[in-house]
């Protein structure tokens, strides 16, 4: 189970092609679900240039970690890899990848979408949108 917070671009498949690539699963695994988040330009009716994502390294690490712990009570989960974005970011660059390896595809699904969800929720990031006024505003965690 992996969790990196990096503060340059990076490219999802890539990252799943390596992960996978490492992992001493071969052929006990018969699902992966993967979740790709990327920045939009748009956002509450306004055009948005870029955003910059904020965070407390130590405190996002630690509840990452946390809701992975839940999701493996829940699900039959082999691995996964959450990649989460930090910084300044443009539209149309990815801002998180969660990827979900089982032996089966309904606990790859549910256990991804379960990820995803909490993290929206419950991971400590902060959003702030510079819009194409060149105003910037701060956006609600249920956003």
């Not at 910059?52 to 970690?65: C, F, V, W």
């Not at 990827?99 to 959003?127: D, G, I, T």
Request: aromatic content about 10%; glycine content about 4%.
């Amino acid at each position: 189970m992996t969790v990196k917070i990096c503060d340059v671009a990076f490219e999802p498949f890539v990252e799943i092609q390596n992960f996978q690539h490492e992992l001493a699963l071969n052929g006990k695994f018969g699902a992966t679900s993967i979740f790709i988040g990327t920045m939009r330009d748009f956002n509450e009716g306004d055009n948005v240039q870029a955003m910059t994502l904020e965070h407390y390294d130590g405190m996002t690490q630690k509840q990452l970690t946390k809701i992975i712990a839940a999701a493996k009570t829940q699900w039959q989960i082999l691995d996964c890899l959450i990649v989460h974005r930090v910084g300044k970011i443009l539209p149309n660059e990815p801002i998180v990848l969660v990827s979900v390896w089982s032996a089966h595809r309904n606990e790859a699904f549910e256990a991804c979408r379960y990820l995803m969800e909490e993290l929206k929720a419950n991971a400590p990031f902060w959003k702030l949108e510079k819009l194409a006024t060149s105003q910037t505003r701060w956006v609600l965690k249920n956003h």
